[in-house]
């Protein structure tokens, strides 16, 4: 595996991810195919195994950090590809723990395909069912915002397995060749990062052999799970990495920006507001680095994972909203960046569970943490 360097990606990042490419990228004018294989080949994605080192986890994230600076894109598609090769790795099978190695290595495409018309963050509305018949398995339903489905080799698939039992014992997790035939994918138009589409995919009969389920019949619950915390972990730490960046370009505009014949930065209500920026972006950035190292300790950080993402995705919003204010008229013109950063980031509430959603569940964990003063 490739050593990790934080200089190295920053260097490979602003030698191939000009504001013309990443333009082109978010509109979907550009495909971000032959970036993403030049940075595979790097070795990058390979700190997705994070289970044949656990210190790849922390290199991982700061490698959506760096990445979520340039490109909504870029970094999305190594988020994507990450989660799906972790999974595998943890509860697939030797065949299909060889679809995560090549994932990693960027040879293999992955998307994962969770949310339905009427299941986001409600779960237990999921109406995708698995049903084996003889010695296969037929799918049949509806997915919606399956991102990078239209470009992936293999689709994970999460289907009501059980319909009598209990949400969490009642899902399986398949993983579905793109071209099996019944499977419909549409890409869908977004408001940013088209160049990575959201899918739509109607499942009609799509039948699959037996060993296409993902661990065991019904136990998708739990790999459902590892990976959401994972994700969100992932989320947080590209909202932390983006918000450093508006920080630091906001710093130099004021700077350079005259206002009365003075530096915009001089004046007090925009230096306070940016101060506010740094100290919510460290504490963010604390937050995430927290949780990963509750995870390395082998611990189940549900609230710490859950609070970094709310807070984090919130900081990020609030950074793109002060350039939106603090740039004027030109942060509304295509030609600087901060526009896509609001666009592009608005993604962080709703990607790994929508901030309600983290709320619900570190609410849910609260009497356990007040009574072991945890907080």
């Known amino acids: 595996m490739t050593e990790f360097s934080p200089s190295a990606v920053k260097e490979w990042c602003d030698a191939r991810l000009s504001e013309n490419i990443t333009h082109d990228l978010d509109t979907g004018e550009g495909s971000p195919m032959d970036f993403y294989s030049e940075f595979a080949a790097k070795g990058w994605i390979e700190f997705a195994d994070i289970f044949k080192n656990p210190q790849n986890l922390p290199q991982l994230m700061q490698i959506l950090k760096i990445t979520s600076r340039y490109s909504g ?7 994507v590809n990450a989660v799906g090769a972790i999974l595998l790795s943890v509860f697939g099978s030797d065949l299909q723990k060889e679809t995560a190695q090549k994932t990693m290595r960027g040879k293999q495409l992955l998307s994962f395909s969770l949310t339905e018309p009427e299941a986001g963050s409600d779960i237990q509305n999921l109406k995708t069912t698995g049903e084996k018949i003889n010695s296969h398995w037929v799918l049949n339903g509806e997915k919606y915002l399956a991102t990078g489905a239209d470009m992936a080799d293999f689709i994970l698939v999460v289907a009501r397995t059980a319909p009598e039992k209990p949400i969490n014992k009642a899902i399986s997790v398949f993983l579905v060749p793109r071209n099996t035939p019944g499977m419909t994918i549409t890409p869908q138009k977004k408001m940013a990062a088209n160049g990575f589409s959201s899918c739509e995919i109607t499942l009609s009969s799509v039948t699959l052999p037996e060993e296409a389920v993902v661990g065991t019949k019904d136990s998708g619950w739990g790999a459902i799970a590892f990976v959401g915390g994972i994700e969100r972990l ?29 530096p915009l930065f001089d004046i007090q209500v925009i230096n306070h507001q940016m101060a506010d920026l740094a100290i919510q972006i460290k504490a963010a950035d604390l937050m995430v680095e927290n949780a990963i190292s509750l995870l390395l300790q082998g611990k189940t950080p549900a609230l710490e994972i859950c ?8 900081t990020q919003q609030a950074a793109s909203m002060a350039a939106m204010k603090i740039m004027g008229g030109r942060a509304y013109l295509n030609s600087f960046p901060a526009q896509r950063w609001l666009r592009e980031g608005l993604l962080s509430l709703y990607a790994g569970g929508t901030n309600e959603l983290q709320k619900n569940i570190i609410v849910r964990k609260l009497p356990t943490v007040l009574v072991s003063d945890a907080i």
């Open 307 to 314: 609070g970094a993402k709310v807070f984090a995705s919130e």
């Open 234 to 262: 992932m989320v947080a730490a590209t909202c932390v990495g983006l918000s450093h960046h508006i920080l630091k370009y906001l710093y130099e505009f004021t700077q350079k920006r005259i206002i009365q014949d003075r």
């Open 73 to 79: 894109v870029l970094c999305n598609m190594i988020a």
